[in-house]
Nanobody, 127 residues
Framework: QVHLVESGGGLAQTGESLRLSCVVS?????????LAWFRQAPGKEREFVAA???????TYSESLKGRFTISRLNDLNTLYLQMTSLKAEDTAVYYC????????????????????WGQGTQVTVSS
């Protein structure tokens, strides 16, 4: 029984901010998992956005570093993505993902590393 549900997507204008959330439900505590955000624009491959490990280590797509911030609250079983200075090219469906990980595992940036995915939430940025 694994379930991930994204929320917080919607319509924003260039320069505005959005905060995405992902509630994660696993058979193990959420702290046992590495978590990540990916996005997919129409006609494009799924793209890595950001990831966070069990210990709170983070890694970002270089193109997004400085505008997006990933965080987690394990006691609330929730993953967040704070997006600022939004651009039209940020328009995509955003997915959260999880993977069971060892304590020392660094955050992973490849989609194939994650076995559990949410349904996605649409983010549309108009210029």
């Amino acid at each position: 029984q694994v379930h991930l549900v994204e929320s917080g997507g919607g319509l924003a204008q260039t320069g505005e901010s959005l905060r995405l959330s992902c509630v994660v439900s696993h058979g193990r505590p959420s702290s046992y998992y590495n978590l990540a955000w990916f996005r997919q624009a129409p006609g494009k491959e799924r793209e890595f956005v950001a990831a966070i490990s069990r210990t709170g280590e983070t890694t970002y797509s270089e193109s997004l570093k400085g505008r997006f911030t990933i965080s987690r609250l394990n006691d609330l079983n929730t993953l967040y993505l704070q997006m600022t200075s939004l651009k039209a090219e940020d328009t995509a469906v955003y997915y959260c993902a999880s993977a069971y990980a060892s304590y020392s595992d660094p955050p992973m940036k490849y989609a194939r590393a994650y076995g559990d995915w949410g349904q996605g939430t649409q983010v549309t940025v108009s210029s």
